[in-house]
């Protein structure tokens, strides 16, 4: 009896490292604003590496 599972092969992935965010500012609001638009645009760059879509970039700016 075959058994079919199925396998994943590590794909290397041109998306240059982003930088950390400084969470600096006195205002907890500006951190968190910040960091959910790093967490963002972290999800975009594996996006891209799993499905080839390129990211859209909706006002992360």
């Known amino acids: 009896?075959?058994?079919?599972?199925?396998?994943?092969v590590p794909v290397k992935c041109n998306v240059p490292?982003?930088?950390r965010p400084s969470?600096?500012?006195?205002?907890?609001?500006a951190n968190i604003q910040?960091?959910?638009i790093y967490t963002?645009?972290?999800?975009?760059?594996?996006?891209?590496?799993?499905e080839g879509k390129q990211p859209q970039n909706k006002g992360a700016s």
């Open 1 to 8: 009896m075959r058994v079919y599972r199925p396998v994943f």
């Open 17 to 19: 490292k982003l930088e």
């Open 23 to 29: 969470l600096s500012s006195p205002s907890l609001s």
């Open 34 to 36: 910040v960091l959910l």
């Open 40 to 50: 963002e645009m972290l999800e975009q760059d594996l996006r891209f590496c799993k």
